[in-house]
């Protein structure tokens, strides 16, 4: 139809006419012919319901959730270029609110659909607010932060919320819903799904019931497998996802098979134990062709351990715990993106001195240098966050250049990454604990740590960012000695080798071994034909 539009042989105006109005009847035709980016079926469904509610006067509320980076804000912006084209002699506003990068991302998808050979040189952008103006129609985009300017706007035709996980209930039911009211506007919503306790999550409850009671879809929640069977490119990058992260991660159940996370169960579900539990013994030396990393999360050092005798001032501390992990083959190694990690052995040390020793009690520097050497570790990795880097740079020193990595781990940033990063680990097979020998050995206090371990969703709920993890202060467990503490040191030791392992995918360091050969060279008197 656009070729012959363009070609030299031009129909007549009546027929112009004819052709235009039969693709305004679709938007489906108006994305294949007018924008040039043809949206897929999964798409069309939810849209073409948004346009009958629209063009009708039905109004109603519309949630519209898909998998994450398969084309949900390229979907409503081109619904809002074909609605600003059907309406722009009758006039009336279409209201876009977001929060943070939403409402740049909204702009600028729009500015890129208008350009079109039916809009392109006569829409016009106004500020304060952002308009967008095309004939008598046009889209406002505001700020749906509580703190931000947004009353005194009127949605004549659509109100669309983006990022609705992030959005807060009050405030959009006291600013913008009232702007539907005038000309009772369609309303759709749109986000990634996040918790249950959220707006995205509790709208769609709403509009579920609402469903139900009269047979009218509201909710399109669009399955990963439904993209990947139309976009086979999508399929592909999914396969990547969940091979990089696994099934079950929270970043992967949430935001691609659109299955909540809410911090019920703990991080470590029996599951998750479960997989992390491997079938290999306990080592207490190396084997020969082996190799071997360390992950050290060092404790607090007690005033009183320079004394002998003398009992801890804080007997409540947190440990020092070495974790010495076998790098080894994972399971389908050429899908799991890289090497298992098998926690073979651990140091434990309570309390000491980092450079001070005490009679019978040696520096606790000098402990796990010996420790690290028995062990021929290719690489250490440290928690240097506050008393660490000092210790951390001692073992460097001694262990060679390279061969130690000092990592930050006091952020809340950094240890939401690295909480994401180690159930990747686990989730893909790649992380295992040594079987477990006796009761209430080393590796049973492992496993008490980590099914103890909670975690909660702080900001804006991104996992790999928000995510706040650990042992709740004051966590205790049953053990023959009576009731103790329960810390997160041997946990977070072995999560380390997550950070470790990043930075093996990025290139900034080697877990191979070397050695070296003598090879003998040919003697050309006893090989003929030399």
């Not at 897929?40 to 109004?59: E, F, N, W």
């Not at 190396?286 to 804080?314: C, F, H, K, S």
């Amino acid at each position: 139809w656009r070729s012959t539009m363009t070609s030299t042989s031009r129909p007549a105006a009546a027929d112009r006419a004819r052709l235009a109005g039969h693709v305004l009847r679709d938007v489906g035709l108006f994305s294949r012919h007018v924008i040039g980016v043809p949206l897929y079926d999964y798409q069309l469904a939810p849209l073409r319901a948004i346009v009958d509610a629209v063009l009708h006067r039905r109004g109603g509320e519309f949630l519209l959730v898909f998998p994450r980076q398969s084309g949900k804000n390229e979907a409503v912006a081109q619904l809002l270029v074909y609605l600003l084209t059907v309406l722009q002699r009758h006039g009336g506003q279409m209201v876009y609110g977001a929060v943070g990068d939403g409402l740049g991302r909204g702009m600028r998808r729009l500015e890129q659909r208008l350009d079109t050979p039916w809009t392109r040189g006569r829409w016009r952008r106004e500020a304060r607010p952002a308009r967008y103006v095309l004939g008598r129609a046009a889209v406002v985009f505001l700020s749906s932060h509580p703190r931000a300017a947004s009353r005194g706007e009127t949605a004549d035709h659509l109100l669309v919320i983006d990022e609705a996980q992030d959005q807060d209930a009050a405030h959009i039911e006291s600013v913008f819903t009232p702007m539907r009211a005038a000309r009772n506007a369609t309303a759709v919503y749109l986000g990634t799904v996040r918790r249950t306790s959220d707006f995205l999550w509790a709208k769609k409850s709403e509009l579920e019931s609402a469903s139900a009671a009269d047979g009218r879809q509201r909710v399109f929640l669009v399955a990963p497998e439904a993209v990947a069977a139309e976009n086979p490119a999508y399929g592909a990058f999914l396969a990547e996802q969940v091979r990089r992260y696994g099934r079950h991660h929270p970043i992967v159940a949430a935001e691609y098979y659109l299955e909540p996370h809410d911090g019920r169960g703990g991080l470590f579900p029996e599951w998750r134990l479960a997989v992390m539990r491997g079938q290999h013994p306990r080592l207490r030396a190396p084997r020969p062709e082996e190799r071997y990393v360390a992950a050290i999360d060092l404790a607090g050092q007690d005033e009183a351990a320079a004394t002998a005798g003398a009992p801890l001032t804080n007997p409540g501390r947190d440990y020092t715990v070495a974790t010495i992990l076998r790098v080894a083959d994972a399971p389908d190694a050429d899908e799991a993106g890289g090497p298992a990690y098998e926690a073979v052995d651990v140091f434990v040390d309570h309390g000491s001195r980092h450079f001070q020793a005490a009679p019978g009690r040696p520096r606790l520097a000098d402990a796990l240098l010996t420790y690290l050497r028995h062990w021929a570790v290719v690489h250490t990795i440290v928690d240097a966050s506050g008393v660490g880097q000092g210790l951390a740079d001692w073992l460097s020193d001694r262990l060679g250049a390279g061969r130690v990595t000092a990592f930050q781990l006091g952020g809340a940033a950094a240890k939401a990454r690295l909480g994401s990063d180690f159930l990747a680990l686990i989730d893909t097979g790649r992380f295992r604990y040594w079987a477990e020998e006796a009761a209430y050995d080393d590796s049973w206090w492992f496993q008490q740590q980590a099914a103890a371990c909670t975690y909660t969703l702080a900001g804006r709920g991104r996992f790999d960012h928000d995510l706040r993890w650990g042992v709740p202060s004051g966590a205790r467990v049953a053990t023959p000695a009576g009731t103790e503490p329960l810390h997160d040191d041997r946990l977070l030791s072995a999560a380390l080798v997550a950070e470790l392992d990043r930075r093996r995918q990025q290139g900034g360091l080697l877990l191979g071994a070397s050695a070296s050969r003598v090879v003998p060279a040919r003697d050309p008197l006893r090989e003929p034909g030399s």
